[in-house]
């Protein structure tokens, strides 16, 4: 069975807090996904990557930054968090080619106090 | 740019009914993908159907079935004998050179 396993399902956070998410695939997929998910509109691409070691800006990057040291891991991280971030948050995996499916994660749903 | 437009933010059918969702979509790719993505109340993102933008003949998974229009870019997704357990959260995505996705429809199915 695949698998995209998100490290919480639940976080609460403090503003100006660092914040990591991480999340982990067991697919050997190359490219990874961190999306964050708010009422209305959708999901919205905060960055991806097709490599270890790469990252690529994807339509939300501010405030947030990322890294994928491994393959088989991709973190998210917020660097002093703020209360607008305030969201949930999807990592999903793909292989290279874009005719295949993403495969998701369960979400986590984080709280900026 | 690549953008993803679902302009029904909720929808409700009567089960065993016919329902369609609607979806537009932008890209400069030549070559790009697009699916349909369905949320339950679990959270748990599940494929639908995918559609590739360079076959003319339109997706079908059982029950749900695409209506691909390539030159208008709409991409809309029928599901037929809806049933209590299709009631979700349906995205609309494309892939060109990145997965993006629309803002959802709720589709509830009332008994």
């Known amino acids: 069975d695949v698998k995209v396993t998100q490290s919480s399902r639940y976080l609460v956070k403090r503003t100006g807090e660092k914040v990591f998410l991480e999340c982990v695939q067991d697919?050997?997929?190359?490219?990874m996904f961190w999306y964050r998910q708010d009422p209305g509109l959708g999901l919205r691409l905060i960055y991806f990557?097709?490599?270890?070691?790469?990252?690529e800006k994807g339509d939300i990057p501010e405030g947030y930054s990322v890294s994928r040291e491994k393959k088989e891991r991709f973190s998210l991280i917020l660097e002093s968090a703020s209360t607008n971030q305030t969201s949930m948050y999807l990592c999903?995996?793909?292989?290279?080619?874009?005719?295949?499916?993403?495969?998701f994660g369960q979400g986590t749903r984080l709280t900026v106090v | 740019a690549q953008t993803v437009t679902q302009s029904q933010p909720e929808m409700s059918v009567q089960e065993a009914e016919t329902v369609t969702l609607s979806c537009t979509y932008d890209?400069?790719?030549?070559?790009?993908?697009l699916f349909w993505y369905k949320q339950p109340p679990s959270r748990q993102m599940i494929l639908v159907i995918r559609?590739?933008?360079?076959?003319?003949q339109n997706a079908t998974e059982n029950r749900f079935s695409v209506n691909f229009q390539k030159a208008a870019k709409s991409f809309s997704l029928k599901i037929s004998d809806s049933q209590l357990g299709d009631t979700a959260m349906y995205f609309c995505?494309?892939?060109?050179?990145?997965?993006?996705f629309g803002a959802g429809t709720i589709l509830r199915v009332k008994s």
């Open positions: 995505a494309s892939y060109g050179n990145k997965l993006v």
């Open positions: 890209t400069s790719e030549n070559n790009y993908y």
């Open positions: 999903a995996s793909s292989l290279r080619l874009p005719n295949t499916e993403a495969f």
């Open positions: 697919m050997d997929h190359e490219n």
């Open positions: 990557s097709y490599d270890v070691k790469m990252k």
């Open positions: 559609q590739e933008a360079y076959k003319q």
